[in-house]
């Protein structure tokens, strides 16, 4: 029988190698120390994120490791997919209520695959016994000056979205027990939880969409409590298409109308981009997210004032959802 884990047999074990992140020749010094030092470009701002996920209510009891270790990641990179920034580092703080192996070799391998993908390296972090939580910060850099950040739109910008919404809210109600209406929906059910369990950050599109948007956010807490943020920080009122939201053909497939344009504009966790980009501009950025394979989708625009309001196939809508909020 293996001798139960202590902190640093941990830490060593599962994270202090090149596997827990990528290599990087800015880092000087790493996981090991008190702190990390690093070499930031020159000519260049440092962009940081964190984020706490908590068991229970960002991810499901008993979920599998290697999708939260990716979702504890992805969510900071996300943040700084919004601000066109290039990701480079994280640390990470894990409190567990006990040293499993094979939950951290899932947890540590989910973390590794994704922070390969961007060239994040990890460089420190700390662990404690506690209720599972897992708390990342991602560090990054953008030219000084370039950042995109949620103010500075201006009246008559569109606002596009990247992806599909809606996918990870039915997929998180689905993972819940949410009832399947048809064998012919297993498949589509399956990519919706996968899209709940493992998000996409946008990465390589912020850092193109800078210079192009004039403001992004991440849509973590669903549309219609994000959008507000993006308009509020531009000082304009925003308008919305609701029948111009972009829905996946596996949503379609599981949902009636109603509850997918429900999950489209008030589910959390989709992780895609809200920008307000120049009307002249928009072919632009179109191409650039056809190269990657994405579809941008305008759904509505900005103008003076200081409201948001959305309309169905021309008429005034309200809708019935709202977005995500932990004290509320």
């Given amino acids: 029988m293996d001798k139960p884990l202590g902190e640093f047999d941990l830490i060593r074990r599962y994270f202090a190698h090149a596997g827990a992140g990528a290599a990087r020749a800015d880092v000087v010094l790493g996981v090991g120390d008190d702190a990390a030092l690093l070499k930031v470009p020159a000519n260049c ?21 290697r999708s939260i270790g990716h979702r504890a990641l992805a969510v900071n990179l996300s943040d700084l997919a919004a601000m066109g920034a290039t990701p480079a580092w994280a640390t990470l703080a894990l409190t567990l209520p006990r040293a499993d192996r094979d939950w951290l070799a899932g947890f540590a391998a989910g973390f590794a695959d994704l922070a390969h993908t961007f060239g994040v390296a990890l460089v420190g972090g700390d662990t404690t016994a506690g209720p599972l939580t897992i708390s990342v910060q991602v560090l990054g850099y953008v030219a000084t000056g370039t950042a ?31 009832r399947v209406g048809t ?64 829905l996946s053909s596996a949503l379609e497939a599981v949902a009636d109308p109603e509850q997918a344009r429900d999950w489209a504009l008030a589910a959390g966790d989709d992780y895609e981009l809200l920008l307000a980009v120049p009307p002249h501009r928009f072919a632009e950025l179109q191409a650039v997210a056809a190269r990657l394979n994405l579809t941008l989708s305008a759904i509505g625009h900005l103008s003076a004032g200081n409201t948001v309001s959305w309309t169905l196939h021309g008429k005034p809508f309200e809708p019935a959802v709202r977005g995500f909020d932990h004290f509320r």
Avoid: N
Avoid at 54 to 64: E, I, N, P, Q, S
Avoid at 187 to 210: C, D, H, I, K, S
């Fill in 183 to 246: 064998p012919e929906s297993l498949e589509a059910v399956r990519q919706l939880v996968r899209r709940f369990e493992y998000p996409t950050p946008r990465v390589e599109f912020g850092m193109a969409a800078r210079g192009l948007a004039s403001a992004a956010l991440d849509l973590s807490d669903g549309l219609v409590g994000d959008l507000p943020k993006l308009a509020a920080a531009s000082g304009l009122a925003a308008q919305v298409e609701v029948e111009r939201l972009p």
């Fill in 148 to 178: 995109l950040r949620r103010g500075g739109a201006q009246a008559g910008d569109l606002l596009v979205v990247t992806g599909t919404l809606g996918d990870a809210g039915a997929g998180l109600a689905y993972a819940s027990g949410a």
């Fill in 45 to 65: 701002e440092l962009v940081a994120a964190v984020d706490t996920v908590v068991a229970g209510r960002h991810f499901l009891h008993g979920c599998d490791a």
